[in-house]
């Protein structure tokens, strides 16, 4: 997960013929007896509802940034939010360090990395229970000067090693069973190349025996047995979005979000296929690109906006652009059709918007939410506002409903919360992991 | 509750195949329009132009070369036209002819750029303060006047609709008689840890950026968007707020002079400015109190960048306290007289603004646009701008100076004291030279 830019930018957005209609929002809370008749209901409409082809797994580990099918959305469905009295169960907390790390779930673990006494520190817990399974640590600078500091990147899981990435280009390697160091480098420093301005947040990406990152002007591999370098790019800036596999391309490639634009990749030789230049006021592409039938989604705030891309031709191939959604910080989620994201600058005003596809006409927009962090499981949209308040609401373009709402967390979030093995996690940024517990 | 909007279909995406739907509105004259300071302000008064169907872009000018590709291209997305692109104001207005230029850069640059324009045959929308010094703000009013151009400072609430009605509510007597305004705006805010200093990013003109300014090293807490915290580039909360509120005060009392002028301000929650090789901080004060004495009522300035909004019912505006209650001007939140007889109702007026930003520009550049037509001095004429101006600069060479400032208002100078009258300029790096007034 990328950074947050400090300073006090204040937000634009192009107004030209933009037709707004205010409406009051009806909350609605379940409450006590009424909630299990409601619970029971909407569950079964959730069942009949899901659309054919969509796996419905017990658990899923959501071993990556952005999840199993790197989209953000769970497809679990074993999980209920008609919390008792309006309020969830709240399994375990655990204090994990500074940061904005999100977390990673496999085979009954979480995995996140938060800044602790001069120390990057990444955390193995339990599932269960939150007891600390292991713990590594690595000497590094909260850097707190331009935001709360810490660490901003998530670690990926692969098998049963776990990679973990530094804002100052560290890159460790970790067994996932008692946290042993396989390898560990500063990549940054071994390829040369610098840091962006708010240091490294990319997840690494795992392709077959590479291991993808985002550094220099378009990424940099390394094997993920051994951490040698396999190829790496120009010392230019790179952005903050975690590199993207292509799906079906030949031969192989990735998008990686360089500060000025996103670049296609060959994984195999790390050269560039194409770059659609892509600016910013601050070189901060940070939202991953988002894949889908054949299109291509960019969005980046700080000025920029949204477009959907051809990617059938050598080239992306302009479909329609839009200054209506800026993803500052947050990737948008697709989900039937429609793009689910975070507008706009996170410490002057956010707003929760959805966005048609294959239009980019917004269908609504929700301005006061403050919002925090999304996900997307089961058809609900899962908002982590920024004072850690946990929103569920239907993922629909009719509009924000929400279903249910619970203060889960204090302090500021600004960290996507991951539903996984029927679980809910959220974390503040200073540092409090909570599991909200939504098995029956 | 929430506050959530449906946009209309309409609203989103702009299609490579769809038709430019500005230029719809057409009257009969367009204007060669440049635009110096191709930022988030300045675009926003683009738009503004462009939407009022009166405005050919010809020309934008930036030194950061991204927010030129940026802007640029939505210019053409909204409006169809290319203009050209310049990273050096002069070369500008030597190619290109331009009838109106909108200037919307940091305030150290506003003279020159606000000069080069005059000189080059164009009107001038011009963002507030009309200059980083009290001597560059009368060299423009000095030049616009003598080459009969209109200059209109961006002063978008001399405008605005709740401005005009309160203006009127206070000035038909509404409050009763005046004998005090205070004018204030409050933030939230803490200590302030220094930024790491940067090599300027490849697409800025770092140099040119500073301009006359002192040349410090670069670091991204000033570009883009944080100049106004810098005392080199700007003045702080008082030469931005402080100038709209000033001038509403201004435009009740009929533009009245201040017999002197007292301020005082500092760092004590933000912590002493820190400027170094390796880092720096910024340096206008965190607070700040300014006291205006006027022949008939006291005016005062207020902001603090620490506690938020406290016990009051607003952080932002300008009260009027009267001998019929207190009058309270704000943004967002209208104007509202609180009776002095409590038995009465509280009177209120909601603001109409144009959001997300909460302005008035496009009654002001329509304002800006007739003056042109028919020759009449526009609402927030460069004089009106001058004096507001004045007044924030004043307050900031009195802070500075430690001491107060009496005002000269005829001959334009301070009164008995030739430090705070050498304040009145500053000294521009070279190759800059500092504006000969008329």
Redesign the interface.
């Known amino acids: 997960m990328p950074l947050p830019h400090p300073l006090l930018l204040r937000h634009k957005l192009a107004s030209v013929s933009r037709h707004c209609v205010a409406a009051v929002t009806r909350r609605r809370r379940v409450h006590g007896l009424a909630s299990v008749a409601t619970s029971v209901f909407s569950r079964t409409l959730l069942v009949f509802a899901l659309p054919i082809g969509v796996s419905c797994s017990v658990a899923e580990d959501w071993y990556r940034w952005r999840g199993p099918n790197g989209d953000g959305i769970s497809t679990e469905t074993e999980w209920n939010c008609d919390w008792k009295n309006g309020q969830p169960t709240i399994a375990w907390s655990h204090s994990v360090g500074t940061g904005f790390s999100s977390v990673v779930v496999k085979d009954g673990r979480v995995f996140t990395l938060g800044h602790v006494d001069d120390q990057d520190v990444v955390y193995c817990l339990n599932v269960a229970d939150g007891e600390v399974r292991w713990t590594f640590g690595y000497p590094a600078e909260l850097d707190a000067r331009d935001f709360e500091g810490g660490p901003i990147s998530t670690p990926t899981v692969d098998g049963d090693r776990v990679y973990v990435m530094g804002r100052a280009g560290e890159l460790f390697c970790l067994q996932t069973s008692d946290g042993t160091k396989v390898w560990g480098k500063n990549v940054a420093e071994e390829a040369d190349v610098r840091l962006p301005g708010w240091g490294c947040s990319a997840a690494p990406l795992v392709i077959g025996d590479k291991l993808l990152l985002n550094l220099g002007e378009s990424g940099v591999a390394v094997d993920k047995h051994s951490g040698e370098l396999s190829w790496s790019s120009d010392d230019r800036e790179c952005g903050y979005a975690s590199p993207v596999l292509i799906p079906d391309s030949d031969p192989t490639a990735a998008v990686i979000a360089s500060g000025r634009a996103y670049i296609g990749v060959d994984i195999q030789s790390g050269k560039q296929l194409w770059a659609e230049r892509w600016l910013t006021s601050f070189n901060c592409n940070a939202a991953d690109p988002i894949f889908h039938d054949g299109k291509m989604f960019l969005c980046s705030g700080y000025n920029r906006g949204a477009a959907l891309f051809d990617l059938n031709d050598a080239t992306p191939s302009l479909i329609w652009k839009s200054k209506e959604m800026k993803n500052q910080i947050h990737s948008s989620i697709l989900y039937q059709g429609h793009l689910y994201g975070i507008d706009g600058d996170m410490e002057t005003g956010a707003r929760l918007r959805c966005m048609d596809w294959a239009t980019g006409e917004i269908r609504w927009s929700v301005d006061d939410l403050r919002p925090g962090g999304l996900a997307l499981a089961g058809g609900r949209l899962l908002l982590l506002t920024e004072p850690g308040e946990l929103m569920i609401a239907p993922a629909t373009p009719d509009g924000w409903d929400p279903i249910t709402e619970a203060k889960v967390l204090d302090g500021k979030s600004w960290t996507a919360p991951v539903l996984s093995d029927g679980r809910i996690f959220c974390r503040s940024i200073q540092g409090q992991l909570v599991c909200v517990d939504c098995r029956d | 509750?929430?506050?959530?909007?449906?946009?209309?279909?309409?609203?989103?995406?702009?299609?490579?195949a769809s038709a430019p739907?500005?230029h719809a509105a057409s009257k009969d004259k367009t204007y060669r329009t440049a635009l110096i300071g191709a930022g988030?302000w300045g675009?926003?008064i683009l738009?503004e132009a462009?939407?009022g169907g009166q405005t050919k872009v010809v020309a934008l000018c930036d030194v950061?070369s991204?927010?030129l590709?940026?802007?640029a291209e939505?210019v053409t997305?909204?409006s169809g036209d290319t203009p050209r692109t310049y990273s050096d104001y002069r070369e500008l207005f030597e190619k290109e002819d331009v009838e109106v230029a909108i200037i919307a850069t940091p305030d150290h640059w506003h003279a020159l750029n606000a000069l080069a324009a005059i000189e080059a045959g164009a009107h001038v929308f011009i963002e507030k303060p009309t200059g980083h010094t009290i001597g560059e703000s009368q060299a423009v009013l000095a030049a616009s006047r003598a080459a009969n151009r209109l200059v209109q400072v961006g002063l978008h609430r001399r405008i605005g609709p709740h401005h005009v009605s309160g203006m009127k509510f206070l000035k038909d007597g509404g409050a009763g008689e005046i004998g005090l305004v205070r004018m204030f705006v409050h933030s939230r805010g803490g200590a302030e840890?220094?930024?790491?200093n940067?090599e300027p990013?490849e697409?800025l003109d770092w140099e040119m950026y500073c301009g006359p300014a002192p040349l410090r090293p670069y670091c991204?807490?000033i570009h883009?968007?944080?100049f106004r915290h810098f005392l080199d580039f700007a003045n702080g909360t008082l030469g931005d707020w402080g100038v709209h509120w000033l001038d509403q005060m201004l435009w009740w009392s009929d533009q009245q002079s201040p017999h002197s002028v007292h301020s005082t301000g500092g760092r004590p929650i933000a912590g002493a400015p820190v400027l170094n090789d390796e880092?720096q901080t910024t340096d206008a004060p965190d607070h700040q109190t300014a006291t205006y004495e006027f022949d008939s009522f006291t005016a005062t300035w207020e902001h603090r960048k620490f506690a938020g909004q406290g016990p009051e019912q607003t952080s932002i505006g300008c009260y009027f306290f009267g001998t019929q209650g207190t009058f309270h001007i704000g943004w967002r939140d209208g104007w509202t007289f609180y009776p002095a007889d409590s038995k009465k109702q509280v009177i209120h007026q909601d603001a109409q603004l144009?959001?997300?930003?909460g302005h008035n520009l496009k009654l002001l550049y329509a304002d800006f646009l007739r003056g042109i037509e028919t020759g009449s001095r526009p609402v927030a004429d460069i004089e009106v701008g001058h004096q507001a101006t004045t007044l924030a600069l004043l307050g900031m060479l009195s802070m500075k100076l430690g001491r107060s400032v009496r005002w000269d208002p005829d001959t334009q100078s301070i009164i008995g004291d030739e430090e705070a009258n050498g304040m009145l300029r500053r000294k521009y790096r070279q190759p800059w030279t500092y504006p000969e007034i008329g």
Do not use: C, H, V, Y
């Open positions: 509750m929430q506050r959530r909007s449906f946009l209309a279909g309409t609203a989103a995406a702009a299609t490579l739907n500005i988030w675009m926003n738009r462009m939407a950061d991204d927010r590709e940026i802007n939505e997305d909204l840890k220094p930024t790491r940067s990013p697409n991204r807490r883009p968007g944080g880092e144009q959001e997300p930003d």
